[in-house]
């Protein structure tokens, strides 16, 4: 059974940090990108951040997070992290880990056929 497995959400107060790691036990480079998806309450799911797991290691931001979040992964691929800095309270959200196994639009869940079961991130004014 595939397993992606978040750790590291946790409650801050606006304009802290906090740091996200998502690990998998596929093969290294099982997966062509990594991502982060979110949820706040009473919406809908949407992207993050991703990161391409093969050469290059592109990486991707939501617009609302470009310059606060850092993405980045081991060299095996294996796991990936996200660095959230400058954390507002409209960042309060479960924060998803998906994986993609094939190129596609890095944005859209839909291609992303694994999920971990997400972990609270809480940031308080």
């Known amino acids: 059974q595939v397993q992606l497995v978040e750790s590291g959400g946790g409650s801050v107060q606006a304009g802290h940090s906090l740091s996200l790691s998502c690990a998998h036990s596929?093969?290294?480079?099982?997966?062509?990108?990594l991502a982060w998806f979110r949820q706040a309450p009473g919406k809908d799911r949407e992207f993050v951040s991703s990161?391409?797991?093969?050469?290059?290691?592109?990486?991707f931001y939501a617009a609302s997070v470009e310059g606060r979040f850092t993405i980045s992964r081991d060299s095996a691929g294996s796991t990936v992290y996200l660095q959230m800095n400058s954390l507002k309270p409209e960042d309060t959200a479960v924060y998803y880990c998906?994986?993609?196994?094939?190129?596609?639009?890095?944005?859209?869940?839909?291609?992303?056929?694994?999920w971990g079961q997400g972990t609270q991130v809480t940031v308080s004014s």
């Open positions: 998906a994986g993609r196994r094939r190129s596609g639009n890095y944005y859209n869940q839909g291609e992303y056929g694994d």
């Open positions: 596929q093969l290294p480079q099982t997966y062509f990108a």
């Open positions: 990161i391409n797991t093969w050469s290059g290691g592109l990486t």
